[in-house]
């Protein structure tokens, strides 16, 4: 009697522990797809690293449109907490400039965290990556977001300033709260500050931010696109000294991170797609699970706005008017060496 007792609950555990296996290979399974708006997959479909580099020097930083990742780390935990699957390296070459780093604070050792999930790194290796990839391509910046997570101390500002001397260098920062041309800070780190402390960068509150992130159910996702919306549409008439961010994250009790991103990503898609063809700046849009080609869309924007504003420079002829101009030339070239 006592043996079926101690085996009951023995077999029960061990069934248990089979089902989530099983649950967690289907999620993946499942959720391994490449669409052009959302990758769940380890890879980007292909990369764009040095896309700032037809950005013209005198652009401020604040009418770039770029692409970011919310919980840029968060790749580990289960399904409420993995937010990414491509390592920080991959997504800089994908083409993202704005990072949202959590830190938790021990004793001055900074682990990053989504909430309760370490995500197996700490901020030296953010801090190293980001410093690799920009002596690599120093026509880029990089934007990155820093709060603490999981911890409480609300004093995380020395322990930053030693990891940066430890795994980066003092002068790779924007050591200003004013918004930089896109000249003044190629090959930098740009710390939007999101604590306490002397100044290090820029602050994250300085920013015009939207940030629905609660999402309870799937019958919230319509909500959440309209805040998206609403401020993608508030960001080309809004103040241009001023950086627009743009979360198009979100997640709640049953609606998870992907599943959120699924449907957001789609109809951020198609609403990108929609004004390809218009000069529009729309700021950071920070996503979930992006896929390249909605980021290389992104990236586009200004990329358009460049080429249509140099082109606005360069007169167009027709053959017509392109002779009526060689003889003006001409008539005015003989009437000069007749005077002379």
Same mark, same amino acid.
């Given at each position: 009697m006592m043996s079926n007792t101690r085996g009951g609950p023995m077999k029960m555990y061990k069934m248990l522990t089979k089902l989530m296996v099983l649950l967690g290979f289907f999620a993946l *399974?499942?959720?391994?797809?490449?669409?052009?708006?959302?990758? !769940? $997959? &380890?890879?980007?479909?292909?990369?764009?690293? *040095?896309? +700032?580099?037809?950005?013209?020097?005198?652009?401020?930083? *604040?009418?770039? %449109? +770029?692409? &970011? %990742?919310?919980? $840029? +780390?968060?790749?580990? &935990?289960?399904?409420?907490?993995?937010?990414? %699957?491509? %390592?920080?390296? *991959?997504?800089?070459?994908? &083409?993202?400039?704005?990072? !949202?780093?959590?830190?938790?604070?021990? +004793?001055?050792?900074?682990?990053?965290?989504?909430?309760?999930?370490?995500q197996q790194a700490h901020f030296g290796q953010v801090l190293q990556g980001v410093t690799d990839f920009l002596q690599e391509y120093p026509s880029e910046t990089v934007l990155m977001r820093i709060r603490e997570e999981f911890s409480e101390t609300h004093d995380i500002y020395g322990a930053v300033v030693d990891y940066i001397h430890r795994y980066a260098h003092w002068d790779l920062l924007w050591h200003s709260r004013l918004v930089p041309t896109m000249g003044e800070v190629r090959g930098k780190l740009i710390i939007l500050q999101d604590f306490s402390g002397p100044d290090l960068g820029m602050r994250y509150g300085s920013l015009d931010i939207a940030d629905k992130w609660k999402v309870p159910t799937l019958l919230h996702v319509e909500e959440k696109w309209q805040s998206v919306y609403e401020h993608l549409e508030a960001a080309p008439v809004g103040n241009k000294a001023q950086i627009f961010l743009t979360y198009s994250s979100g997640a709640g009790w049953l609606a998870y991170p992907r599943i959120v991103a699924k449907r957001v990503n789609a109809k951020l898609y198609d609403y990108l797609r929609a004004k390809t063809s218009l000069n529009q700046r729309l700021g950071i849009i920070c996503i979930d699970f992006p896929a390249a080609p909605i980021i290389q869309m992104i990236t586009n924007f200004q990329l358009k706005e460049m080429v249509k504003t140099r082109q606005a420079f360069i007169p167009s002829f027709s053959k017509a008017s392109l002779k009526h101009t060689i003889s003006l030339l001409r008539k005015k070239l003989t009437k000069l060496f007749n005077i002379i």
């Open positions: *399974s499942y959720g391994a797809i490449q669409r052009p708006d959302y990758d !769940d $997959t &380890g890879n980007p479909e292909f990369l764009n690293p *040095s896309w +700032m580099a037809r950005i013209p020097d005198d652009q401020l930083l *604040s009418e770039v %449109t +770029m692409p &970011g %990742t919310h919980n $840029t +780390m968060a790749r580990y &935990g289960g399904v409420y907490a993995e937010c990414q %699957t491509w %390592t920080l390296a *991959s997504q800089l070459r994908a &083409g993202v400039r704005f990072l !949202d780093i959590r830190v938790r604070n021990v +004793m001055g050792n900074l682990t990053i965290h989504h909430e309760v999930a370490y």
